[in-house]
């Protein structure tokens, strides 16, 4: 029993998950390969090995000839007498070559043809490994910044987070634990090649399938997200069981499964709303916070109007159009955002709407309470930044 080769085949085994059926190929080929290098062919060498033992031998097969022409391949009757006289001419003689007898170079040969094997099956390995967690989320810790890049070890592979795929106003400190969504794995010469991302909307949609049990079950059902990095993400949720909520189920208890994802995200604003096939509805509840009084959706052209009251237009926009774009992003509609008075002016309401709402609710529709210092005071304001400049009404589109 070969005792110091089943040792080195079960440590690589364990430490590097090799097949050890891999590395006894890689052996046997090598030892064929120092015999092509000592004897200048290795046509008749067959490698006898036991895969249980790991004891191996090497024989040389040669013909018997009446004159010796080639003496790798064949060898003399008088020779081959000596070995057994039972040997005949044109028999086949099995002579044991002894791998202590291989040069130098012969040696070196079989041991670099052994180490790169090693090395091609340790590469194989890591890329089967990653390969697999494709399209979701791994968890990394940071080396070091390489000019706009950062360097990120997950384990047995490094990955580099490039400047495109950061958020904006992140900054990371060596040894700093983060999450990534693997964008693609690469199979190269020099290794596996990891494309991570912390921009990507399907990092949003692993953090909560991490953080809500109904959605990482299939009972909630993410079916689109909006986002833009760093700043606002919007997440359109469904559920397939009547009596789960899937907003209250992504939101948690106080708040708290929706509050990890915005902790991971370093304080990323989350909008969660309810998803409907209607596009109507679904556009009025992408616009939310802010209240709308009617939506005009055209399916066949992908086109939407949209009516808000006049103190309800810069919080429908958003600062600098944010809310707009991603509610179009969600839904992917180009949305145009009109005020009361906009729409009255365009005739798309009638000259009378004004008094025909005051009119309400004196019937006894209930009147809200929207004083400048209460309005203001607002999450939805505060969060949307908006201020009383005159929006840009243009459509917002995907």
Not at 104 to 130: M, S
Not at 136 to 155: A, F, P
Not at 208 to 213: G, I, K, L, N, P
Not at 324 to 336: F, M, P, Q, S, W
Request: proline share 3%; glycine share 6%.
């Amino acid at each position: 029993m070969n005792t110091e080769l089943m040792e080195a085949l079960t440590i690589l085994e364990q430490e590097k998950d090799f097949s050890r059926e891999k590395l006894i190929d890689a052996i046997e080929n090598s030892l064929i390969n120092a015999c092509k290098n000592h004897f200048g062919k290795a046509d008749n060498i067959r490698v006898i090995m036991d895969r249980e033992t790991c004891d191996y031998s090497l024989i040389q097969e040669k013909t018997v000839v009446e004159q010796v022409e080639d003496d790798v391949e064949e060898i003399s009757l008088e020779k081959a007498k000596e070995i057994d006289s039972k040997y005949e001419l044109g028999d086949i003689v099995q002579i044991p070559v002894e791998s202590k007898s291989f040069g130098r170079i012969a040696t070196q040969n079989a041991k670099n043809l052994i180490l790169q094997k090693i090395r091609e099956e340790e590469r194989k390995v890591i890329y089967d490994q990653y390969f697999e967690k494709e399209k979701d989320i791994v968890t990394g810790i940071v080396q070091r910044y390489v000019g706009k890049n950062i360097s990120i070890n997950l384990g047995k592979a490094d990955a580099m987070l490039t400047e495109n795929e950061q958020v904006k106003g992140e900054v990371f400190q060596p040894t700093e634990r983060i999450k990534l969504y693997v964008v693609e794995v690469k199979d190269t010469t020099k290794g596996p090649k990891i494309l991570v991302s912390r921009t990507h909307p399907e990092l949003v949609k692993r953090l909560f399938e991490s953080e809500v049990t109904e959605v990482r079950d299939g009972i909630v059902e993410i079916k689109s997200i909006a986002r833009e990095a760093g700043s606002r993400t919007k997440i359109a949720v469904w559920s397939n069981d009547p009596d789960v909520d899937p907003v209250g189920a992504c939101v948690g208890m106080n708040g708290a499964r929706v509050n990890a994802v915005v902790n991971e995200l370093r304080g990323e604003k989350i909008d969660i709303i309810n998803w409907s096939d209607n596009p109507a509805l679904l556009i009025e509840n992408a616009l939310s916070p802010a209240k709308v009084i009617s939506v005009a959706a055209d399916p066949d052209e992908k086109t939407a109007s949209v009516i808000v009251p006049d103190y309800q237009l810069s919080l429908a926009i958003g600062k600098e159009g944010q809310n707009a774009r991603l509610a179009a992003r969600l839904t992917g509609y180009k949305i145009d955002i009109k005020s009361e008075t906009q729409a009255i002016e365009s005739g798309e309401l009638p000259a009378n709407y004004m008094d025909m709402a005051e009119e309400y609710e004196e019937d006894g529709y209930p009147e809200e309470d929207y004083s400048g210092e209460d309005y203001q005071e607002g999450a939805g304001w505060e969060e949307d930044g908006a201020d009383d400049a005159e929006p840009d009404l243009d459509l917002y589109e995907e």
